[in-house]
């Protein structure tokens, strides 16, 4: 699922552009393209796995990290302690970082 290019906001300061988050229309200099895990299951030998594509704010984006973070709580059962580490930590810890994703600068042609 590919969200189409933001349209650039007139930047007022020196640095990234202020670009318009799809989720909250917000002016932001930080717009992530994040692959998050959207559902995961294990089930004995059995796990399925399914990933999306999410452009947001960090701050949209770390509450659809925590919202699908305790969806799958059940799902991933015993995988959980393993799986949410990596599927959600590491993806939280680069929505602060300053400026906008790789993804999204070569979207925007920044």
């Known amino acids: 699922m590919n969200a189409p290019a933001p349209a650039p906001a007139p930047a007022h300061a020196p640095g990234p552009p202020l670009l ?4 909250c229309a917000r002016p932001t200099a930080s ?3 994040l692959r998050l895990l959207q559902l ?9 796995v399914r990933t999306v594509g999410v452009v947001a704010c960090p701050r949209c984006m770390r509450r659809r990290l925590l919202v699908t973070a305790l969806l799958n709580t059940v799902p991933m059962n ?3 302690p ?3 580490p990596l599927a959600y930590g590491i993806p939280l ?12 600068r070569r979207a925007v042609g920044v």
């Open 20 to 23: 318009e988050c799809p989720r």
């Open 31 to 33: 717009l992530k393209h």
């Open 82 to 84: 393993i799986a949410a």
């Open 93 to 104: 810890l680069l929505t602060f970082r300053k400026g906008h994703s790789k993804v999204v």
């Open 40 to 48: 995961g299951l294990f089930a004995w030998l059995f796990w399925y």
């Open 78 to 80: 015993v995988l959980w």
